[in-house]
């Protein structure tokens, strides 16, 4: 019985010497799975959608003319007149847009619109070359937040209040 435990012994040693890597064989390494980049949370809301026409909102308004934009028209409103001597001064507003700009009605050539609004916004003006003349946009959140004054040939000025 010895002997048959001698030799069940002797081939498990041999069958682990013959299983057993020879060394002669560099270990073969499986390389590290890619990382994937995880693309940062954006922190910006998404830009509103705008309606078909329309170019800007807001800033991007400012200083632009209103019916090239598409601001004018269906999107436009008269929120504030007055009456400047034979002329008429409006605020325009859109709301799609969030711009205001001026609009100077039944003037003379010579007479001159202004617009402001907004914490920081410039003074958007614009000259009567007929008998109407309109200013270039200005960005407010609010249709209140406008302004217009008209300034005619003869002296006479007013605003929007």
Do not use: F
Request: hydrophobic share 40%; charged share 15%; with cysteine.
């Amino acid at each position: 019985m010895l002997a048959v435990g001698a030799a069940g012994a002797l081939v498990v040693i041999v069958g682990a010497v013959m299983l057993a890597p020879s060394g002669d064989e560099p270990a073969k390494a499986t390389p590290p799975p890619a990382a994937t980049p995880t693309p940062a949370p954006s922190t910006e809301a998404p830009a509103p959608e705008l309606p078909v026409g329309v170019e800007c909102q807001g800033a991007d308004c400012a200083g632009q003319n209103p019916d090239e934009m598409g601001c004018g028209g269906d999107y436009a409103r008269t929120v504030s007149t007055a009456q400047v001597g034979g002329a008429r001064v409006e605020v325009r507003y859109s709301e799609v847009c969030s711009a205001a700009w001026a609009r100077l009605t039944e003037a003379g050539v010579g007479d001159t619109v202004t617009i402001t609004g907004g914490a920081a916004a410039d003074d958007q003006n614009g000259a009567v070359a007929v008998t109407e003349a309109y200013t270039p946009m200005v960005a407010v959140k609010k249709a209140a937040d406008a302004k217009a004054c008209a300034t005619l040939t003869s002296g006479t000025e007013g605003c929007t209040a």
